[in-house]
């Protein structure tokens, strides 16, 4: 099992581009969290995604929006990139409806996203 | 509104030596708490969870953590730490109902292991 994965590992944009990140979820999992970690900081919860569907959201501008595939995979694509939205973006699986709660959350290492 | 406050951001301490990690939360109904660990360049990895019963949990690595209701604490503790516990830890709490359930972070620790 290869665990939760991420890609691209690292990305260089400008201001006002736009980014796509991929996740592929553990096995077995069909919850996948997106999470925004700035240096020196905690992860800070971007949405989740469920059946395809958002089902919960962070305080994040809907510059920041994703997709669930039928294979549970998602993506996170920010657009309009602004020089703060530079940080290691997270994305986090797990086994059910209530992820956030009980659930243990499996964590992919990141994309490190720099905006110049 | 829940909160996570880790009472140090950085813990020096020598290798061999014991180790606490300070974490107390704010929330008005049940909760289910974590300790995550983030080495260098990496993702985050369960050390442990409270989630019922025993209100001290062991953890990978030799990590355990008191859950203590009272004091509204959950403090991550080592008895004897090693070089490659260096790391950021992050203590984070799952408060609410249903599907409002949250997770709330820390903003870390890090922990410093010198020889």
């Known amino acids: 099992d290869a665990g939760v994965t991420q890609s691209p590992t690292h990305l260089i944009k400008t201001r006002g581009q736009q980014v796509t990140l991929r996740c592929s979820p553990k096995?077995?999992?069909?919850?996948v969290s997106w999470y925004q970690q700035a240096l020196g900081q905690g992860p800070q919860f971007i949405f989740q995604?469920?059946?395809?569907?958002?089902?919960q959201r962070g305080n994040f501008p809907d510059r920041f929006s994703g997709h669930q595939f039928p294979n549970y995979s998602s993506e996170l694509n920010v657009n309009a990139l602004l020089l703060g939205d530079s940080a290691l973006y997270l994305c986090?699986?797990?086994?059910?409806?209530?992820?956030?709660?009980?659930?243990?959350?499996?964590f992919g290492p990141g994309t490190r996203l720099t905006v110049l | 509104a829940q909160s996570v406050t880790q009472l140090d951001s950085q813990v020096p301490v020598f290798e061999e030596a014991p180790v606490e990690l300070r974490c107390n939360y704010s929330?008005?109904?049940?909760?289910?708490l974590f300790w995550y660990v983030q080495y260098p360049n990496q993702g985050l990895q369960l050390l442990l969870k409270?989630?019922?019963?025993s209100t001290l949990v062991k953890g990978i690595n030799g990590f355990e953590a008191e859950f203590n209701k009272s004091q509204t604490s959950f403090h991550l503790r080592k008895p004897s730490v090693h070089i490659s516990d260096t790391a950021e830890y992050f203590c984070?709490?799952?408060?609410?109902?249903?599907?409002?359930?949250?997770?709330?972070w820390g903003l870390g620790t890090s922990l410093a292991v010198n020889p």
């Open positions: 984070a709490v799952s408060a609410g109902a249903g599907n409002n359930r949250k997770l709330i």
């Open positions: 929330s008005s109904v049940s909760v289910y």
């Open positions: 409270y989630l019922s019963g």
């Open positions: 096995s077995g999992h069909d919850t």
């Open positions: 995604y469920y059946e395809e569907e958002e089902r």
């Open positions: 986090a699986s797990s086994p059910g409806r209530n992820g956030r709660g009980g659930n243990e959350q499996f």
